[in-house]
């Protein structure tokens, strides 16, 4: 299991437990995001906390459950990126197509909203 | 002429390999040359993603990297014999070696969103520029956003980004150019 998921607040929040969020995970993570969303997770927060670095092929996996998020009505935001992680998001412009949120607590605190 | 640091990395093509090979590039810059802050950040993301390239695309044999730091830029060279670039634009495959010797002067567009495109202006049937055009206005159509962005990094990280295919060897050669001071945001059109 690339991803491991627990419920605060009727938020599914779930970690990536890995460093190197790679192109040999970015399939798995794929599947098993896609997996929380086709059981019914309406707000997800992807939790980068235990991340070191992604690459293009695992934020091809991520843009790919957005949109299927988006086609089942949910939603999925991102928390805990470090520097390079968020450089990366901005880089490509893709802090324009997810929400972000500092910490997990934050990101489960904007659903309430 | 100005001094050139250098060093080579040979990549075969496995996952273990990979984030250990960047952080050698990564360490080589850092302590032995002095290089720091977001230029690091932007040599690190380069090399990620020129492995994952060739880890993706690379059919077999071993893929060269090559970093070389001048006063001015860092330049980083990826070599390998494997599959020749491949890139889809409006639904249609473009493969090289491009047919025909008519291919000067054209631009192909292979990535668009949000008031961004990457586009790659043709040399000639071998060479091929990579660039950054600023389209603007923003639009967020997200069930359009692409799912492919290794070169868009590449090319954004970058002052210059260029690939060529060798006829005589089948050698596929990406050059990355990264400059050690200001803007290194690779738009050509602005």
Known sequence: MILQTTTQQSALVTTIQVKEANLTVSEKFKTELFGLLDTGGKYIVVNFEQVTYVDSSFLGALVSALKHAITNKAEIVVAGLNKDILGLFQLIRLDKAFKIFDTIENAVADKAK | ?190
Request: net charge negative; proline share 4%; glycine share 8%.
């Open chain 2, 1 to 190: 002429m100005a001094a050139t640091v250098s060093k080579q990395l040979t990549f075969n093509h496995t996952a273990d390999e990979l984030y250990p090979l960047v952080l050698e590039g990564v360490d080589f810059l850092q302590h032995g040359a002095g290089v720091a802050g977001d230029t690091l950040t932007k040599v690190k993301l380069v090399l990620m993603e020129l492995l994952t390239n060739a880890l993706k695309h690379s059919d077999g044999g071993k893929t060269e990297i090559e970093l070389y730091l001048d006063p001015e830029n860092i330049t980083i060279k990826k070599n390998d014999t494997g599959n020749p670039l491949v890139v889809y634009s409006g639904g249609i495959k473009h493969e090289w070696p491009l047919p025909g010797n008519h291919q000067a002067g054209r631009t192909v567009c292979v990535y668009s969103w949000n008031g961004c495109n990457l586009s790659i202006a043709l040399k000639n049937n071998c060479r091929a520029e990579f660039l950054v055009e600023e389209t603007g206005p923003e639009q967020t159509d997200l069930l359009n956003l692409p799912e492919h962005f290794g070169l868009m990094i590449i090319a954004r990280a970058c002052s210059s980004f260029e690939y060529e295919f060798e006829i005589d060897t089948c050698k596929n050669e990406f050059t990355a150019v990264i400059p050690l001071a200001g803007s290194a945001i690779n738009d050509k059109y602005d």
